[in-house]
C-alpha cells in the first residue's frame, strides 16, 4: 500500500496570518491521465469530513478561495493564505490512485 | 442536494454482527461508486470498502477483509455494509460517501464486553 506522511502533525496559527502542510507518498501519485490522485480534508469538530482539494490542486465546491492545493508525484502542499478561526480541526491528504487501496496521511491539528 | 444518511450503528459484543445502511438521495445513484470510511476514536480517517455503480467489484482495507461486505440496491439508492466477528478496534464512526466528495453525517458502532 501507499504510505502518506504529513508535516508537521500539530500547528498553530495565528488567524490572519498563512498556514501550510506537507503531505508526501511513499510513491508517485501522477496517473496514467495527468492528473495527481490526492485529495485534501478538513474534518472539523463534530462534523464529517469535507473534501478541500481534489486531484492534488482543485479547489471542491464551496470551498473559500483562501484554501489551495498544489504539487506532484510524491510531494503535496495545502496552503490557507489566511487562515480564519472557522478553520480549525483536523487535515488529510489521501491518494486515490489505487482505487483498492486509499491511505490517508495521519492528520494534521490545526489550532488558533 | 446529495445526501447520504447512515443509520444501523450501535453497541454490540465483540464477535456480533450489525448492518449498516445509508438512504442516497439528489443524485441518480446508479451512476457512482460509493464507499464507507471510518474514524476511531484518536485515530485518523480510514477508507474501509468501495464498490462500483453495478455492485459487482469491490475493495476492502486488508483489516476487515473476511469480516466485512459491501453491497448496494440501487432500486433503493441504498448502500450497505454487512460487519460480522466484529472487534473492539472496528470502534469508530462509519461514514456514507459518494466518489470522496460527499459524506453522510456516520453511525457509530461501538463493540465492548
Known amino acids: 500500500d501507499i504510505v502518506m506522511t504529513q508535516s508537521p502533525l500539530s500547528l498553530p496559527v495565528t488567524p490572519g496570518e498563512p498556514a501550510s502542510i506537507s503531505c508526501r507518498s511513499s510513491?508517485?501519485?501522477?496517473?496514467?491521465?495527468?492528473?495527481?490522485?490526492l485529495d485534501w480534508y478538513l474534518q472539523k469538530p463534530g462534523q464529517s469530513p469535507q473534501l478541500l482539494i481534489f486531484?492534488?490542486?482543485n479547489r471542491a465546491s464551496g470551498v473559500p478561495d483562501r484554501f489551495s492545493g498544489s504539487g506532484s508525484g510524491t510531494d503535496f502542499t495545502l496552503k490557507i493564505s489566511r487562515v480564519e478561526a472557522e478553520d480549525v480541526g483536523l487535515y488529510y491528504c489521501?491518494?486515490?490512485?489505487?482505487?483498492?487501496?486509499?491511505?490517508f496521511g495521519q492528520g494534521t491539528k490545526l489550532e488558533i | 442536494e446529495v445526501q447520504l444518511v447512515e443509520s444501523g450503528g450501535g453497541l454490540v459484543q465483540p464477535g456480533g454482527s450489525l448492518r449498516l445502511s445509508c438512504a442516497a438521495s439528489?443524485?441518480?445513484?446508479?451512476?457512482?461508486?460509493m464507499s464507507w470510511f471510518r474514524r476511531a476514536p484518536g485515530k485518523g480517517l480510514e477508507w474501509v470498502a468501495n464498490?462500483?455503480?453495478?455492485?459487482?467489484?469491490?475493495y476492502y482495507v486488508d483489516s476487515v477483509k473476511g469480516r466485512f461486505t459491501i453491497s448496494r440496491d440501487n432500486a433503493k439508492n441504498s448502500l450497505y455494509l454487512q460487519i460480522n466477528s466484529l472487534r473492539v478496534d472496528d470502534t469508530a464512526v462509519y461514514y456514507c460517501?459518494?466518489?470522496?466528495?460527499?459524506w453522510g453525517l456516520g453511525t457509530q458502532v461501538t463493540v465492548s464486553a
Open positions: 489521501m491518494q486515490s490512485l489505487q482505487i483498492g487501496a486509499y491511505t
Open positions: 486531484l492534488a490542486s
Open positions: 439528489g443524485f441518480i445513484f446508479n451512476n457512482y461508486w
Open positions: 464498490i462500483d455503480q453495478d455492485g459487482r467489484t469491490k
Open positions: 510513491q508517485s501519485l501522477l496517473h496514467d491521465n495527468g492528473y495527481n490522485s
Open positions: 460517501v459518494r466518489d470522496r466528495h460527499f
